[in-house]
């Protein structure tokens, strides 16, 4: 059963730094492209960052460019995020998924595995 | 940035009646369009990916349609447990992905 688990939230000061994970199990987490997507209290799903399988390709909104970085380590199956200079509109549940395949076993980017979420409050 | 438009925002339903829920993209993304439910508190489940190609265990009341840059979700006979939100989402071209604003289903 694929499983996505994040922990690392909480409450932090504007400015302050956070870092979030995510343990992934029951898939070949090495194989497959992960994504953050945030969603502010009240509001709709933002994508945040992708990273590749390897670990060599990453990308990110522009809302979070410069502030955030995004990582993997393969070999303990955990997806991270590490977030700098956090801002009052970064205050939101941020969840992990991972990139979904077709009828084909070609790679997308939809999101049938989410994690359940973890809530980043940033607020002094 | 491509813009993912839902309309409605919100709207109300009975039990039994047939939806439609529309997302238009600000430029063509082909087929390459999901739907996901969301209930309070809970992460977001797939229910149609490639526009029309139903995940697997979504029940079938539920189908997508459209291509290029004007999409429908459409459930035939609603049920109580589809009172939610429901946000479409383009995977055509990022950075950056974009979803829809959402669309909530409330009950009449």
């Known amino acids: 059963e694929v499983q996505l688990v994040e922990s690392g939230g909480g409450l932090v000061q504007p400015g302050g730094s956070l870092r979030l994970s995510c343990a992934a199990s029951?898939?070949?987490?090495?194989?497959?492209?992960m994504h953050w997507v945030r969603q502010a209290p009240g509001k709709g799903l933002v994508w945040v960052s992708r990273?590749?399988?390897?670990?060599?390709?990453?990308s990110y909104a522009d809302s979070v460019k410069g502030r955030f970085t995004i990582s993997r380590d393969n070999a303990k199956n955990t997806l991270y995020l590490q977030m700098n200079s956090l801002r009052a509109e970064d205050t939101a549940v941020y969840y992990c998924?991972?990139?979904?395949?077709?009828?084909?076993?070609?790679?997308?980017?939809?999101?049938?595995?989410w994690g359940q979420g973890t809530l980043v409050t940033v607020s002094s | 940035a491509i813009r993912m438009t839902q309309s409605p925002s919100s709207f109300s339903a009975s039990t039994g009646d047939r939806v439609t829920i529309t997302c238009r993209a600000s430029?063509?993304?082909?087929?390459?369009l999901a739907w996901y439910q969301q209930k309070p508190g809970k992460a977001p489940k797939l229910l149609i990916y490639?526009?029309?190609t139903l995940q697997s265990g979504v029940p079938s009341r539920f189908s997508g349609s459209g291509s290029g840059t004007d999409f429908t979700l459409t459930i035939s006979c609603l049920q109580s447990e589809d009172f939610a939100t429901y946000y479409c989402?383009?995977?055509?071209?990022?950075?950056?992905?974009?979803f829809g604003g959402g669309t909530k289903v409330e009950i009449k």
């Open positions: 990273i590749n399988s390897d670990g060599s390709s990453t």
């Open positions: 989402q383009q995977y055509y071209s990022y950075p950056p992905l974009t």
């Open positions: 029951g898939f070949t987490f090495s194989s497959y492209w």
């Open positions: 998924a991972r990139e979904g395949r077709d009828t084909r076993g070609s790679y997308y980017s939809f999101f049938v595995y």
């Open positions: 490639a526009a029309s």
């Open positions: 430029q063509g993304i082909s087929s390459y």
